[in-house]
Structure formats: C-alpha cells, structure tokens
C-alpha cells in the first residue's frame, strides 16, 4: 500500500493563478481531510469529506473548493491564489473515528 | 464544542532525561486523543491513541500518555529522550458524532540537548 499521496511536493505560484493539490489514498477509507500548517497555528481543517460524493467545509474554507468524485481521491483547488495561501498543505485519510494518515505535504508559495 | 491545548509551544531536555509535554482537552462527549509527530519537512506520524479502553497507553518509540478524565489531560511522557526524538509534536482529539470533528492543538516544539 501507498497509503495518501500528495503531488506536487512543492509548488510556485503567482497571484491570482489556479492550481489542483492532488490526493490519493489506496486503504478504501472513507474519510478525506486537507489541512493548512503555518508556523506556530497547528494544522487548520479547510474541507472533508465523509465518503464519495459527500464534503463539507472545515475552520478555514475561503479560497479553496474540493470534490470527491471516488472514494480514493479528494483534490483541492484553489482558484485566485493570493499570498496568504502560502502553506503547507497535508491530505489525510482515515476509517471512522480512528487515527488519520498523512501525506507528505505540499509546500506551496503564493509570489 | 470542542478544542485542545497543548500547554507549552517549547521544550527543552537533556539527552537521556524524562520527557514530558502537556495536552489539554475539552469536549461534551468521550473524546478520542492522539499524539503525532513531526520531524522537520515531514509529514504526520502517529505515535499512540486513546479510544476508551486503558487510560495508559503505550506508543512507539518508548513514549507513553496517561488519560487523565478528572484533569481533563493526555499528557506525552518518556522516560529517556534520544537526540533522534527532536520534532514537533501535536495532541489530537476526535469527537465521535455525525461526523468526525478534528482538533489539533498548536504543537510543541521538542530540542533536546546533547
């Protein structure tokens, strides 16, 4: 098993550019979070998702929009990227109310 | 509602000395916790869980937490600290219900000190 991977581990963008964080979880978990990580705040919830076709929206959605067409993947898009977007981005998967499993992360720098 | 608190952003111990860092939660309804951790640019591990069965619990690499439910805490301990433990680590809780509500506390920086 891969367990959730993450691309691109890093990425640069300019204001106002669009992108997709990619993840992808081969453990059948029902399950998906993405977070942001800045220094010193722990990890915020910006979405979830309880199963395929399901999300909703975490502490701090604004600037972002997900979807979850399979149970495997639950990408994360951000549409005007603008410098308070500058984060490190982790996807997590897990089965119920037991412990969640991470990505890597996504570094990513808004210029 | 929900939140944890982790009661100190920094530690600092000596290499073979006790560790101990501080996690406090409140929640209306039996909560799950979870201590993870992070070494520099990686990403979450988990180290243990709590989810109602014994309050002490064991988890890898020697370290240990205690649910305390009178005191509303899940302190992290070991015994001895290894250079290799320095990282930062972050109390979880998960709040059983609809959905599963996820709180992470701020972190704790852990250096320890050759």
């Known amino acids: 098993n891969a367990g959730v991977t993450q691309t691109p581990k890093f990425r640069i963008l300019k204001i106002g550019q669009s992108m997709t964080l990619q993840c992808t979880q081969d453990m059948n978990h029902n399950y998906m979070y993405w977070y942001r990580q800045d220094p010193g705040m722990g990890l915020k919830l910006i979405y979830y998702?309880?199963?395929?076709?399901?999300?909703d929206k975490g502490e701090v959605p604004n600037g972002y929009n997900v979807s979850r067409s399979t149970t495997e993947d639950f990408p994360l898009r951000l549409e005007l990227a603008a410098p308070s977007q500058t984060s490190v981005y982790f996807c997590a998967s897990s089965y119920s109310r037991t412990e969640s499993f991470f990505g890597q992360g996504t570094r990513l720098t808004v210029v | 509602a929900q939140s944890v608190t982790q009661l100190d952003s920094h530690v600092s111990v000596s290499e073979g000395t006790p560790v101990l860092l501080r996690c406090n939660y409140s929640s209306s309804y039996s909560p799950s916790l979870f201590w993870y951790v992070q070494h520099p640019n990686k990403g979450l591990q988990l180290l243990l869980k709590y989810t109602s069965a014994a309050t002490l619990v064991k988890g890898i690499n020697g370290f240990e937490a205690e649910f305390k439910k009178s005191e509303t805490s899940f302190h992290l301990t070991k015994p001895s600290a290894h250079m290799s433990d320095a990282a930062e680590y972050f109390c979880v809780v998960i709040l059983s219900g609809g959905y599963q509500k996820v709180t992470f506390g701020t972190g704790t920086k852990l250096q320890v000190i050759p």
């Open positions: 998702s309880v199963g395929a076709g399901i999300t």
